[in-house]
């Protein structure tokens, strides 16, 4: 193996690195540019627990001959002109942490992001820190509960691109914040706001995106987070249990994924007279596909469609004042003191 070179340049002050991560977007809604996002992306040993050979047959000779073209149309329903929405929204977090930071750091910080899948890669977003300088960096994927399949992809990743550096940084590594104080806070201080905005609902769906139910089984923490997650800001928020719910969304084949299913919950909701739903992503900091066209959207309908009346999508937290102020809070509490 070649080593990357050269070594930082010590002219330059150090500084510490913040690398911001997500999952990724395909750099268009056109149909090649989505086919190229999805491969990468599902071919992820952690993302499909598959045998390689079996997968790689899967994969090629039907899913991306299939599945391409449907969820182009699905981001062309989200596509701004600013682009992908989950691309725009981390850019503006990631502006937006790095101004806090300045005001409340007396070192020097440069926050970076990348993407786990399509650009900016994790290689780039290193590659920027390592030109900056940066003798520490701290890695904050942008997911509130811990998995396999999304953080410890993250650290995969991360870990592949260091192998070929010769002097590496010091790295810390943020895996989680389900529970943290206030990231419940800022959550329930976005429905608060909402429900002033729009009226109370009758009740408040709680959507996290699914996981195969095998995964959970062997082992992966997820599940157990995204419910400590719900039942935190339930108690914040004061509400019964009859009032909430926790579901899941995003099931794909036919395997058993964490249930209950938020599709299905729905559709029993509007058929039993439930007649004001709000629905917020606990999971999702920014706004994506899966948020503004799943659940905004194509859930918005199942419920209309079996008798609901009244539905509404709560949005993601992305640069809101109080989502900066607990990310810069908790960038705070890893950062490494002075020397």
Known sequence: MRFHGPAPDNSTPPCTGILITNLGTPDSPAVADVRSYLQEFLSDPRVV???RPLWWLVLHGFILRIRPKRSAAAYRKVWTEQGSPLLTFSRSIAAALQQTLDQCLDAPTKVVLAMRYGSPSI?????????????RILVLPLYPQYSATTTASTFDEISRV????????????????HDDPGYIDALAGSVRAFSQAHGD???????FHGLPQS???QGDPYAEECSATAERLATTLDLPAERWAITFQSRVGRQ???QPYTDQTLKQWGSEGIKRVHVLCPGFPADCL???EEIGEENREYFLSAGGEEYHYIPALNDSPAHID???DLVRRHHWRNR
């Not at 290689?123 to 003798?135: D, I, K, M, Y």
């Not at 260091?162 to 914040?177: K, T």
Request: overall charge negative.
């Open 326 to 328: 607990f990310l810069a």
């Open 256 to 258: 058993p994924w964490l």
């Open 290 to 292: 899966e948020t503004l």
């Open 215 to 217: 995964y959970t089984d």
């Open 123 to 135: 290689a780039e977003g290193l590659e920027s820190l390592r030109q900056a300088n940066a003798r």
């Open 201 to 207: 609902c009758d009740r408040l769906l709680l959507s």
């Open 49 to 51: 627990e598959v045998p």
């Open 162 to 177: 260091l192998r070929g550096w010769r002097w590496l940084p010091e790295l810390r590594f943020i895996n989680h914040y």
